[in-house]
T-cell receptor, first 115, second 110 residues
Framework: EAGVAQSPRYKIIEKRQSVAFWCNPISGHATLYWYQQILGQGPKLLIQFQNNGVVDDSQLPKDRFSAERLKGVDSTLKIQPAKLEDSAVYLC?????????????FGPGTRLTVL | QKEVEQDPGPLSVPEGAIVSLNCTYSNSAFQYFMWYRQYSRKGPELLMYTYSSGNKEDGRFTAQVDKSSKYISLFIRDSQPSDSATYLCAGTSGNTPLVFGKGTRLSVIA
C-alpha cells in the first residue's frame, strides 16, 4: 500500500511571497489533515477534510492560509503572503474511516523556510 | 497550561537500557492516547494506540495510561540504536483533533 505523498519536500521563499503544497493521501482514505510542525514542537492541526468538505479549520489562519480538496482526493495548502513565523514542516495525514481504527498515516512533510 | 505536556529531552541512554517516556494531559475528555515515533526529516508514524486506562504491550514497547492522574507512559525494553527518534504523545476525546505533546528526543548509544 503506497503511503501519503507530499511535494515539494523542501521550499525556501522570501516573506510576502506565496507558496503551495500538495498532498496525495492513501487511496480510499476519506479523511485528510494538514498539520503545521514548528521546530521543537508537536504537530498542530490546521485543517481537517472529510471527503471534499471541511470538518475543522478553527486553527487555520484564514487571512493567509487556504486549503482545498477537490474531488475528495488530492489536497493543496496555500500560504499567501508568507511570514517569517510560517517557517515549519507542513505535514499531511490521512485516515481510513471505514474501519474501527483511528490511525492517521502521515506523509514525509514539506519543510518551508521563509527568509 | 498546554493540553499535553511532554519533556523535550534530549534523553540519551546506552543500548539495552529500559527507556521511560512520559506525558501529562489536562483534558478530562481524552479517551484515546497515542504514541508516535518520528525519525529525523520524516513524518510521525503510529507506534502505540490505547483506549482509556490500562496497559498495552507490543513487542519491546508498552504503553500505559493512568486517567486518574492524567499520566501517559511509553516503556521501551532492550533499547536499540534504531529506536533513536523523537517520540510524540497525543490524546483525543475521539471526535476532536489529536493534541500532541512537544515530543521527546531519544538517543540510544551503541
Amino acid at each position: 500500500e503506497a503511503g501519503v505523498a507530499q511535494s515539494p519536500r523542501y521550499k525556501i521563499i522570501e516573506k510576502r511571497q506565496s507558496v503551495a503544497f500538495w498532498c496525495n493521501p492513501i487511496s480510499g482514505h476519506a479523511t485528510l489533515y494538514w498539520y503545521q510542525q514548528i521546530l521543537g514542537q508537536g504537530p498542530k492541526l490546521l485543517i481537517q477534510f472529510q471527503n471534499n468538505g471541511v470538518v475543522d479549520d478553527s486553527q487555520l489562519p484564514k487571512d493567509r492560509f487556504s486549503a482545498e480538496r477537490l474531488k475528495g482526493v488530492d489536497s493543496t495548502l496555500k500560504i499567501q503572503p508568507a511570514k517569517l513565523e510560517d517557517s515549519a514542516v507542513y505535514l499531511c495525514a490521512s485516515r481510513d474511516t471505514r474501519g474501527s481504527t483511528d490511525t492517521q498515516y502521515f506523509g514525509p512533510g514539506t519543510r518551508l523556510t521563509v527568509l | 497550561q498546554k493540553e499535553v505536556e511532554q519533556d523535550p529531552g534530549p534523553l540519551s541512554v546506552p543500548e539495552g537500557a529500559i527507556v521511560s517516556l512520559n506525558c501529562t494531559y489536562s483534558n478530562s475528555a481524552f479517551q484515546y492516547f497515542m504514541w508516535y515515533r518520528q525519525y529525523s526529516r520524516k513524518g510521525p508514524e503510529l507506534l502505540m494506540y490505547t483506549y482509556s486506562s490500562g496497559n498495552k504491550e507490543d513487542g519491546r514497547f508498552t504503553a500505559q495510561v493512568d486517567k486518574s492522574s492524567k499520566y501517559i507512559s511509553l516503556f521501551i525494553r532492550d533499547s536499540q540504536p534504531s529506536d533513536s527518534a523523537t517520540y510524540l504523545c497525543a490524546g483525543t476525546s475521539g471526535n476532536t483533533p489529536l493534541v500532541f505533546g512537544k515530543g521527546t528526543r531519544l538517543s540510544v548509544i551503541a
